[in-house]
C-alpha cells in the first residue's frame, strides 16, 4: 500500500548576521530585523527526505522536488 499523506515542513536555520562566510545562505528583513541563514525543508511520509536552502527562499520552493516525486504536485 503507497502512502498518499505526506507532511511538509519549513524550519529557519539561523546563523550569525555579520557572518558573510556561510555559503548558500540568504538575508531576509522580518520580525524587526534582519536574519541570515537557511531553509531546513523536510517531507515525511512512507519515505522521509531532507533538503536545504536559503532562507530568503519561500517553503515551497525548497520542497518542490521533493513534492513532485512523492506523487503530488504543489502546482495543482
Do not use: W
Not at 527526505?49 to 515551497?60: A, K, T, V, W
Not at 520552493?61 to 504543489?74: A, F, Q
Amino acid at each position: 500500500m503507497e502512502s498518499t499523506i505526506h507532511l511538509r515542513d519549513g524550519t529557519k536555520i539561523e546563523v550569525k548576521l555579520k557572518n558573510n562566510r556561510y555559503e548558500g545562505c540568504g538575508v531576509v528583513n522580518e520580525e524587526g530585523g534582519y536574519r541570515r541563514g537557511y531553509k531546513l525543508a523536510t517531507l515525511r511520509g512512507m519515505i522521509e527526505e531532507i533538503r536545504l536552502g536559503s532562507i530568503n527562499e519561500h517553503d515551497l520552493e525548497v520542497s518542490r522536488e521533493m513534492i513532485r516525486g512523492s506523487g503530488g504536485h504543489p502546482d495543482q
